[in-house]
């Protein structure tokens, strides 16, 4: 099974950009990266990093490829294809044991806001479109496909990491992770109340 990782290294997450600086979105980007890349360790599969720009990262293959992102993803699905996003940082080594055992011609992990974040797709003629709600277009697109579609259920498959309300549930939940070590190195913390705060000390 082929893995693709669309990776932006450069001024990623932008909307973090009110609580950290460039350098640390750079750095947290690469973080939650090595996060998922840890979940997929133990899977015989052939992961690719596709990057928008050139970089480095030792045992892996890296392809940089500057076009959008749809055109990148779709000119390398071939056979049984997953795309996992690189800002879910909460999944695990069993959460995708379940995932790549889930049947089904298509199937796909919803964000919280009605993206995609994981998708697994069986049959190469179906394609993706991201932004905008993709998860209801990859829905749309399989059923018109005639294609056997299956939406995988998954809490920590569902967070995806692109506000600064976003950063919560990694501090609640991510204990362990690169990610959370690195939030906590540069003053993250939770604060508990009423309900639980994000604040930077």
Known sequence: MRVLIPFRPVNPKTRLSEVMSREERERFAFCMLLD????????????????????SLEGYEVEVDSRELDEAINSRIEGETAVIMPDIPLINEKVLERFFGTEGDVVIAPGRRGGTNMILIRKDVFRVSYHYCSYVKHSKRAKDLKLRLSTFDSFFASVDVDRPEDLLEIMIHGEGKISYDYLKSIGFKVEFEREPKLVRV
């Open 36 to 55: 998922v890349l840890r979940a997929l360790e133990n899977f015989d599969c052939d992961v690719r990093i596709i990057s928008t720009h050139p970089m």
